[in-house]
Nanobody
């Protein structure tokens, strides 16, 4: 059974940085393209970033482009999201997702497995 476990969330001031990670188990990590989504209270889940199987192709939502960086370590079965210049509107629960037969990176339906989420709160 594939499991995704996020870590590293917390409270940070606006303008600060935070790094969240996701550890995968249960299958060869390079079988998956990986994505990050987020969901703010009362809002729908939205795409944040994604990365291809080898890590050579990252994708970002316009709202985070230039501030967030996605990376993966296939040897350690982890994917990370470095978040810089954080804004209060980045406050959300961040979810890690894994896709075997990857399609459009921002489409939640292409992801087969999801983590439980980690809370990121940015104070103004």
């Amino acid at each position: 059974q594939v499991q995704l476990v996020e870590s590293g969330g917390g409270l940070v001031q606006a303008g600060g940085s935070l790094r969240i990670s996701c550890a995968a188990s249960g299958r060869t990590f390079s079988d998956f393209a990986m994505g990050w989504f987020r969901q703010a209270p009362g809002k729908e889940r939205k795409f944040v970033a994604a990365i291809s199987y080898s890590g050579s192709s990252p994708f970002y939502a316009d709202s985070v482009k230039g501030r967030f960086t996605i990376s993966r370590d296939n040897a350690k079965s982890t994917v990370s999201l470095q978040m810089d210049s954080l804004k209060p509107e980045d406050t959300a629960v961040y979810y890690c997702a894994a896709s075997i037969n990857w399609g459009p990176p921002a489409t939640a339906q292409v992801y087969d497995y999801w983590g439980q989420g980690t809370q990121v709160t940015v104070s103004s």
